[in-house]
């Protein structure tokens, strides 16, 4: 530099130095070891050689060949693809010991820090073993956790379950796997699919938290994050739509839509098309000034949107691969695949997680099951927001089937689309689970923001989100809404007081307590009063001149029905088998305590009425008969209010006797929370009848969860409450007998025996829901 700068007789020899500032990397020069030089006109003082280095951060880089061009220079990033060919070549030629160096300590992917000065290497492992803590906020992070903490090999740091998974195949290096083709690169294959694809989703996460809370260090720093993320996914050396020539997640998605025929027209997948799409468009809202200047701009919701987009696009070559290694029972392949996408399942359908895990994780056991286990995973791509077409067919396994629009969901045969409606429950299992997970901040996230259920709204498609459903305005249209708010002192946000106090004080209660409270106030408070609204909106529109109100009125009567049912109920083939989330689902939990399972214990009476009363609303709705309408929303109204008084009594007998059963501490736990919230969602009608034996079943359920203790000293509670309940039962229009008797507590709420009605309301249901479904066939 001094020598070429003094021979051209430049005097301050930048030009000189900034030509060197850009191959210093390809030379594996820090600037820093170059230092600073004194210019040959000492007047000017001295030059930084990073300070030329440096303005690489803001070039853009080409990825394979122009594909995708990042606004930031990424190639340090994109280098990663060199480690993975390296760590190939070396597990091909059987050295496990060079492998595993590289994967540990990294190759060619160099760190700078925002001077350009070289601050360290990435390595694969770090990805999963050194940014952990990073993680601990994200959702998906802790699916993984909840999906791997009780699997043999995980207990020990479950947060580091990548490297886990990817270590087991280096250290047992090609002794570990026989079936399937090169078993000696399963290795770097575990740490593309789960180290490389966490840090990707790590990221995108990182940006939305720190737009949130508007904590870039530069404006750049948000585009930054997202190019980064690109060049993780599609790496140097990758040739466009070329599932040979590349290294990383994009070579492995083509190889997926190959075998899975998605490649399109310009033999680029399905996949990487809308991957690479939504990576554009995330970057885009990040452009715009003051795209982070609050957490509730409308820019940051859209780049949430983006972001779940593009997570739930992202598994799709990990189903690919997963489906394809079960086809070809590649054990080895199996394993890795299944430990990427299994996690994922965790809040859809709870008996298929269950199953799945059991038979791909714990046991790694799936003989003559295969195509079973194909159906269970093709069954949750509504939940994973995914459609058959994005993951396509695949010769030799079982066709995958779409959701229909007017599928039915429990038996109710929905006559508009709500199917996204029905998908409101899956957003509080996420909960639940982020709950379980000690991360209130990602729970509360989906609360107020939402994820699962995407819904039409003022002409554009959005989540549905709960908070908004416990906070609407439109509540009043319900005849008894104003019972609530009297009840709850004048706060018509009863429920979302009671899920924003558990989400946000770390001292209310324990976390089972927590949990159960935040979670039942969703399925049967929140649920329970959107349901109602809906019904009374069908009403109001039954009777409108207006045709279009009207037309809205069926979809509103559908979507009621959908957030009384939800997406997880489905028909059983044993008593054991109910995922019902909602109150459906706790009609069937308690029917068996109560005596009022019918036929078979396979439905509880009370779920059948209700679908009685759905089927013939919805038909009155369609004839136009808007009196007979109003008469079956009342019915319903009594009759959703049967598995809450069930709850309610159930929850006294147990907290008077859980120290007498077993996993006494967390049974009893939830259950002081479960009959908090059960006999909140009662006793505003109990109040309006008898504020006596309101005053008396609130002062039993009255439970301190700050300090584990019942505020009143009541002996004999769930006695109190059963006499309670039993002198106000005729008054709130419900039947004693359709409530039941309690066989483990020898108490029912009749005073009198009373006759059956069981048999007749059963004949009715069949022949009923016969005569409607002939007369829906012939309307619709």
């Given amino acids: 530099i001094r020598d070429l700068t003094r021979m051209s007789q430049v005097d301050a020899g930048n030009e000189i130095m900034e030509e060197f500032s850009y191959v210093l990397r390809e030379l594996g020069v820090d600037c820093s070891d ?37 606004s930031t220079y990424v190639e340090d990033s994109a280098k990663i693809a060199e480690d993975v060919s390296f760590i190939r070549e070396e597990l091909e030629a059987g050295d496990f010991e060079s492998a595993k160096k590289y994967y540990i300590d990294g ?65 047992a290096g090609n002794n570990m796997f026989t079936g399937g083709a090169n078993t000696k690169t399963l290795a770097i294959e575990s740490a593309i699919a789960l180290n490389l694809w966490s840090m990707i989703v790590h990221k995108l996460y990182e940006t939305i938290k720190k737009c949130q809370e508007n904590d870039f260090n530069s404006s750049s720093e948000g585009v930054h994050n997202i190019d980064q993320a690109v060049a993780f996914w599609i790496g140097s050396s990758q040739q466009t739509g070329n599932e040979k020539k590349g290294h990383l997640l994009y070579r492995l998605t083509e190889e997926g839509g190959k075998h899975f025929g998605t490649d399109s027209h310009d033999n680029q997948s399905r996949a990487n098309k809308y991957i690479l799409r939504l990576f554009k468009e995330a970057a ?29 696009q992202m598994t799709v070559p990990l189903i690919q691969h997963l489906i394809y ?34 038979k791909l994780i714990v046991e790694e056991s799936y003989g003559s099951e295969v195509d079973e286990i194909i159906k269970a995973i093709q069954s949750t791509y509504s939940c994973l927001d995914l459609k058959c077409k994005d993951i396509g067919q695949l010769n ?36 639940e689970i982020m709950l379980t997970m000690k991360n209130r901040d990602a729970a509360k996230d989906i609360y107020q923001h939402g994820k699962h259920a ?11 989100k709960l908070r908004d459903l416990a906070i609407s305005t439109n509540r009043d249209i319900v005849p008894s809404f104003d019972k609530f708010s009297k009840y709850f002192e004048d706060t018509s946000n ?32 929140v649920s329970y009063m959107a349901a109602l609204e809906k019904i009374y909106r069908a009403i109001a529109g039954c009777e409108s001149s207006s045709q279009a109100q009207f037309v809205q009125a069926q979809e509103d009567w559908d979507i009621a029905a959908a957030y009384i049912i939800g997406s997880m109920q489905k028909k059983v083939d044993s008593p054991e088998q109910n995922d019902g989330y909602l109150l459906y689902g706790l009609g069937f939990d308690l029917c068996s305590e109560f005596n009022k399972c019918k036929p078979q214990g396979l439905a509880a009476a009370i779920d059948l009425d209700l679908l009685d009363s759905l089927y013939a609303g919805s038909f009155m709705l369609g004839k136009g008969s808007c009196i007979a309408v109003r008469n079956q929303a009342i019915k319903i109204e009594k009759e959703l209010q049967i598995p809450l008084i069930q709850g309610t009594l159930y929850a006294a007998f147990t907290m008077d006797n859980f120290h007498k059963m077993g996993n006494a501490v967390v049974m009893g736990n939830k259950i002081f929370a479960s009959g908090y919230v059960y006999s909140n969602a009662i006793l505003p009608y109990i109040d309006a009848i008898d504020a006596d034996a309101s005053k008396v079943i609130q002062e039993c359920m009255a439970f301190d969860f700050r300090t584990s203790t019942f505020r009143y000293r009541t002996p004999k509670r769930h006695e109190k409450i059963f006499d309670a309940i039993s002198k106000v039962v005729d008054s709130l229009g419900i039947s004693c007998n359709d409530i039941g008797y309690m066989t483990t507590a020898k108490k029912g709420v009749c005073t009198v025996p009373q006759s059956s009605g069981n048999i007749w309301k059963m004949n009715s249901w069949k022949y009923s829901t016969i005569l409607l479904s002939i007369t829906f066939i012939v309307l619709w």
């Fill in 494 to 525: 009863y429920a979302d007081k009671l899920v924003m106090r558990a989400l946000q004080d770390h001292t209310e209660g324990s976390q089972e307590q927590n949990t159960a409270l935040v979670v039942n106030a969703l399925q049967y408070q």
């Fill in 396 to 431: 030799g396994v079982p066709q995958c089937n779409e959701r229909e629009e007017l599928q039915s969901f429990a038996g109710y045969t929905p006559a508009t689309d709500v199917r996204e409606y029905l998908d409101m429950d899956i957003d509080i299992r996420y909960i």
């Fill in 284 to 312: 885009m809202q990040l452009m715009f000034q003051g795209a982070c200047y609050n957490e509730n701009s409308i820019m940051i919701s859209e780049l949430r949107f983006i972001v779940n987009k593009l997570v739930a």
């Fill in 34 to 70: 170059v230092g600073v030089y004194q210019l040959s006109n000492a007047s000017l003082g001295t030059t930084d050689m990073c300070s030329f280095n440096s303005t690489k951060h803001g070039q853009s880089y080409s990825l394979s060949d122009g594909l995708y061009v990042t």
């Fill in 325 to 358: 290694n079960l086809r070809e029972n590649n054990k080895g392949r199996v394993k890795i695949y299944a430990h990427a996408v299994l996690p994922h399942i965790a809040p859809c359908n709870k008996s298929t997680f269950e199953y799945l895990k059991k």
């Fill in 454 to 464: 995407i819904v039409m709204r003022d002409g554009r498609k959005e989540p549905l």
């Fill in 107 to 171: 190759l060619f992917s160099e760190i700078y820090d925002s001077t350009g000065r070289r601050s360290g290497r990435r390595s694969l492992q770090k990805f999963s073993t050194m940014t952990t803590l990073d993680m601990l906020s994200e959702p998906v992070f802790n699916l993984y956790q909840y999906t791997l903490q009780d699997v043999d090999g995980f207990q020990n740091d479950v947060r580091t379950y990548a490297d886990v998974v990817t270590s087991s195949f280096f250290d």
